[in-house]
């Protein structure tokens, strides 16, 4: 299963686009790049996923580079209820297995 | 539609003892999951569930480690004996395709 990197953690501050970066170099043809996100005492929550064109619904943004190797996911417009644990993950779209890394923790600030 | 329930919320027992841990997936979700999330890290896949059958359970540790799924809809997690390094929130989670939703947890603490 291909991993992810992530940085540890991030600020942003309330109303501004929050950007959190994901690279995946190893990452196969048949994999999908999903993101999730935990907010503190909470299971994780389903944001986005995508294989390699860019997405987008009513939470965030997903940009995928053109050679897959990294991706981009974007908050538009960021809340304090944003303030969370994001995970990227790479696995088969048909396997539903998840491998969680440590994750991004993304501060939002007022 | 009714989220993922999962009960109890928190336990706490000694080690040695044996606990368990329900839960009920939301209606019509074939797919079932047990993660393990120790404090600072990310959820641990342990066992996974297709209607009532084992698709992975390379993680779980069998020898303390059960789960079971009848009738293909709710499902238990068994650990017996419990150890100290059990300590963490047991999460489960249940989807239809390709989006996993995810329970409460429930919070074990191992004395």
Redesign the interface.
């Known amino acids: 299963d291909a991993k992810t990197t992530q940085p540890t953690s991030m600020d942003c501050a309330e109303g501004r686009a929050a950007n959190l970066p994901c690279n995946h170099s190893t990452i196969s043809g048949n994999e ?1 790049v999903y993101w ?1 996100r935990q907010i503190h ?6 944001i986005i ?1 995508g294989l390699k064109n860019n997405e987008t619904n009513e939470m965030a943004s997903l940009i995928i580079t053109e050679d897959r190797k990294s991706s981009t996911l974007i908050l538009p417009h960021a809340t304090l209820r944003d303030t969370a ?1 994001y ?1 990227c993950i790479v696995c088969p ?1 048909n396997t ?8 991004t923790t993304l501060q939002v600030k007022p | 539609e009714a989220g ?1 329930a999962q009960s109890p919320r928190y336990k706490i027992i000694e080690k040695r003892q044996s606990v368990a841990f329900w839960c009920n997936p939301i209606s019509g979700h074939a ?1 079932l ?1 047990w993660y393990q999330q120790i404090l600072g ?5 342990l066992i ?1 569930f297709q209607n009532n059958g084992v698709v ?1 359970d390379s993680q779980l540790p069998k020898d303390r480690f059960s789960a079971e799924r009848l009738k293909g809809v709710d499902s238990t997690l068994k650990i017996q004996p419990a150890k100290l390094e059990d300590s963490a929130v047991y ?1 489960c ?1 249940s ?1 239809s395709d ?8 429930t919070r074990l603490t191992v004395t």
């Open positions: 999908y999730y005492s909470q299971g994780p929550q389903y996923h644990v995970y779209s539903g297995k998840l491998i969680f890394g440590q994750g | 993922v797919t999951y890290q990310g959820p641990k896949l996974q992975d999460l989670a989807s390709y989006e996993q939703y995810f329970g409460p947890g």
